[in-house]
Structure formats: C-alpha cells, structure tokens
C-alpha cells in the first residue's frame, strides 16, 4: 500500500512543475509512483463543467460556491477506485489538487477561514460521504499570490488553450486562497502538512517515503 500526497497551491504556483519533478526523482530513487491532476478535464463530466463555468458558461452556476464545491468533489468521487488501484500498486501517489483545494476556494470564496462550516462540509462530504482517501500529507507550495497570479498570466500568453479564468483573474479571492491555505497548514488539516517553496518541494515529499 503507497502514500498519497497531496501538492496544493495558488493557480499558477508551479504545482504541475513540481509533481512531474517529484516524480522523477523519486523514480531515480527506486520508488514507483503514480501521478493524478485533478480537475481531471477531459475525463470528468463534472471537471469539464465546472472548468467551462469558470471561463462563463452554464448562466450563474459559477456563483453558486457550493455547487462549484460539488462538481469538484464529484469529479473526485468518481476518480475514488483509479485512487486506490494507484494506492495498491505504486509506493508514492501524488495528487495535483485535491480536496484542500476545495477547501481553501470555497472559504475563500465565502470570505471564510479554515474553521468555517464550508470546510467542514468538504470533509464531510469528500472523506465522509464520498469515502475518499485521506491524504498521508499534504504540501502547500508557499509561493505567494503576485508571483503565482504572474505564472498563470504568463502560461496564458503562450498557451491558448490555458486562458485564465475567473478565479485566477480575481487577485483579491487568490490573496484570500492563500491565507486560508496558511490556516490549513497551520492546523494540520485532516493531516500533516509542510510547507515548501520551489527548491524544497521535493525533498520533502521524498522525506515521507522513509
Ligand atoms: N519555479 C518556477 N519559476 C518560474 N516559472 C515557473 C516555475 N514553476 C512553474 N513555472 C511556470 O509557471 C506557470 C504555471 O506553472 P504550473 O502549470 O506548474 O502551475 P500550477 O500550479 O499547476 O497551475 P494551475 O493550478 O493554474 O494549473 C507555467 O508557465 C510554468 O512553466
Ligand atoms: C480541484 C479543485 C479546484 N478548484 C479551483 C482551483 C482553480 O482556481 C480552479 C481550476 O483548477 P486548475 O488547477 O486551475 O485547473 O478550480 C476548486 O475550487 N476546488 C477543487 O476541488
């Protein structure tokens, strides 16, 4: 049975960058893992409409926190047995996003902290309901909002097809993102967690494989 990691971070904080780089070391390393980026678009109804609600469509759905909430944590319900496949067949599982995104966005979003009710209602409703895994640790990769705000406008310039979105056009909800993100860590959230910047990242994932 692998450990499930979770990398979580602001839109654009490198998240994507990090999983493949831990990846590829803990390969070198001996260790087999398994990687799972969710929104899982393109394979998840619920993910493709809720990335579509972002970027304007389906009228006021997008204004709605908790059912944006749901149609997350519906995409990761739905990915719960490739989950554990993964848990049962690789010593390390890392989840690009997870359900602390949902938690930290929602508060966010409600202008809430880390002991808010919508949190709860994400755990309850994820680990509770939809009996997902609870992550062995969870990494905030600490890279504040004007740097990540500036990746993601960065990688929409080069990349049409990765537009930014309405989240990630709202420099107020990412700053708040953040400090919910903090709160999270600071109360270890459902699990340990550490805080990593870029150079740190790996090494710590790693040091949970020990
Ligand atoms: N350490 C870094 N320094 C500078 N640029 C970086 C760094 N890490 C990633 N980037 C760049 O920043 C952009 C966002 O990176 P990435 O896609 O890994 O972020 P992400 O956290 O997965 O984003 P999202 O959650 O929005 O999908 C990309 O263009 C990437 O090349
Ligand atoms: C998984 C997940 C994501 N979100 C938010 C975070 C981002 O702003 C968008 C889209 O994610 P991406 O990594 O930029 O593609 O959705 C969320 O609120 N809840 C979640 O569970």
């Known amino acids: 049975?692998?450990?499930?990691?979770?990398?979580?971070?602001l839109d654009g904080a490198g998240k994507r960058t990090i999983v493949g780089r831990i990846e590829?070391?803990?390969?070198e390393r001996g260790a087999s893992v398994s990687s799972i980026a969710f929104p899982r678009y393109g394979e998840s109804i619920t993910a493709d409409i809720a990335s579509e609600a972002l970027?304007?469509?389906?009228?006021?759905?997008?204004e709605s926190v908790y059912a944006m909430?749901?149609?997350?944590?519906?995409?990761?319900?739905?990915?719960?047995p490739l989950l554990r496949q993964a848990l049962a067949e690789h010593d390390l599982v890392l989840c690009d996003r997870y359900t602390?995104?949902?938690?930290a966005y929602n508060a966010a979003r409600l202008g809430q902290g880390a002991e808010s009710e919508v949190v709860s209602w994400v755990a309850d409703l994820e680990f509770g309901r939809f009996g997902l895994p609870v992550p062995d640790h969870?990494?905030?990769?600490?890279?504040?909002?004007?740097v990540a705000m500036g990746r993601a406008v960065g990688r929409a310039e080069t990349d049409a097809d990765r537009p930014v979105d309405s989240y990630?056009?709202?420099?107020?909800?990412q700053r708040r993102v953040y400090r919910v993100y903090g709160e999270l860590v600071e109360s270890n959230?459902?699990?340990?967690?550490?805080?990593?910047d870029g150079d740190n990242a790996v090494e710590q994932v790693l040091a949970q494989l020990n």
């Open 168 to 173: 990630e056009r709202d420099s107020d909800l």
């Open 100 to 103: 602390a995104s949902n938690a």
């Open 55 to 62: 970027h304007g469509r389906h009228g006021d759905l997008r």
């Open 24 to 27: 590829q070391a803990a390969a």
């Open 1 to 9: 049975m692998g450990i499930l990691v979770a990398v979580e971070g």
């Open 138 to 146: 969870q990494l905030l990769l600490g890279v504040p909002p004007e």
């Open 69 to 80: 909430g749901l149609l997350f944590a519906l995409d990761r319900a739905a990915a719960r």
């Open 189 to 196: 959230w459902m699990s340990t967690w550490s805080w990593a």
